[in-house]
T-cell receptor
Framework: GQNIDQPTEMTATEGAIVQINCTYQ??????LFWYQQHAGEAPTFLSY????GLEEKGRFSSFLSRSKGYSYLLLKELQMKDSASYLC????????????FGTGTRLQVTL | GAVVSQHPSRVICKSGTSVKIECRSL??????MFWYRQFPKQSLMLMAT?????????EQGVEKDKFLINHASLTLSTLTVTSAHPEDSSFYIC??????????FGPGTRLTVT
């Protein structure tokens, strides 16, 4: 199968840093996406990783290790509006660019 | 850039009727669009892949005669839910893929069948 695993829920404090992990099956890997989804809304694109390493975009960074089948999304200086679900999605070769989604991680930011 | 729109955003229909949902890429051409369904507190489930000018490819378990997909141009795909039933009530989301393989999602359509 192509199981993509993420923690179901996480809680963090406003102003803190939180890391959301994602593991996936490495065979046929062709790229990994992170999306943010607020309740009742469609996902919004955060990042796309194809090569190993860390990519930083403002308060959000995404890391990929292809050999380990591992990625994380790092959120710094957490704000209340960051409370949302964070979806890890992988493209596998031979799937016509279909995204395979993890179950998503619901992040709750508290005061 | 990379804006995808969906219309309508919400629709309520009676059981047995059909509903059409439009998905448009506003500022880029999308040779491929995807249709997803999402039930509360669950992740997105891919229903079908829509390629411009050809028949859609449906995922296993999705009835192609019930969920009609048309991708008539590089910026428009439509999903028609035919003979809708209450169990079809869900959040339907489309996405459009650009030439860099990045997928951008529409705002979603909440369908309620009464």
């Amino acid at each position: 199968g192509q199981n993509i695993d993420q923690p179901t829920e996480m809680t963090a404090t406003e102003g803190a840093i939180v890391q959301i992990n994602c593991t996936y099956q490495t065979s046929g890997f062709n790229g990994l996406f992170w999306y943010q989804q607020h309740a009742g809304e469609a996902p919004t694109f955060l990042s796309y990783n194809v090569l190993d390493g860390l990519e930083e975009k403002g308060r959000f960074s995404s890391f990929l290790s292809r050999s380990k089948g591992y990625s994380y999304l790092l959120l710094k200086e957490l704000q209340m509006k960051d409370s949302a679900s964070y979806l890890c999605a992988v493209i596998y070769t031979g799937t016509a660019s279909k995204l395979t989604f993890g179950t998503g991680t619901r992040l709750q930011v508290t005061l | 850039g990379a804006v995808v729109s969906q219309h309508p955003s919400r629709v309520i229909c009676k059981s047995g009727t059909s509903v059409k949902i439009e998905c448009r890429s506003l500022d880029f051409q999308a040779t491929t669009m995807f249709w997803y369904r999402q039930f509360p507190k669950q992740s997105l489930m891919l229903m079908a892949t829509s390629n411009e000018g050809s028949k859609a490819t449906y995922e296993q378990g999705v009835e192609k005669d019930k969920f009609l997909i048309n991708h008539a141009s590089l910026t428009l795909s439509t999903l028609t839910v035919t003979s809708a039933h209450p169990e079809d009530s869900s959040f339907y989301i489309c996405s459009a893929r650009n030439y860099n393989y990045e997928q951008y999602f529409g705002p979603g359509t909440r369908l309620t069948v009464t």
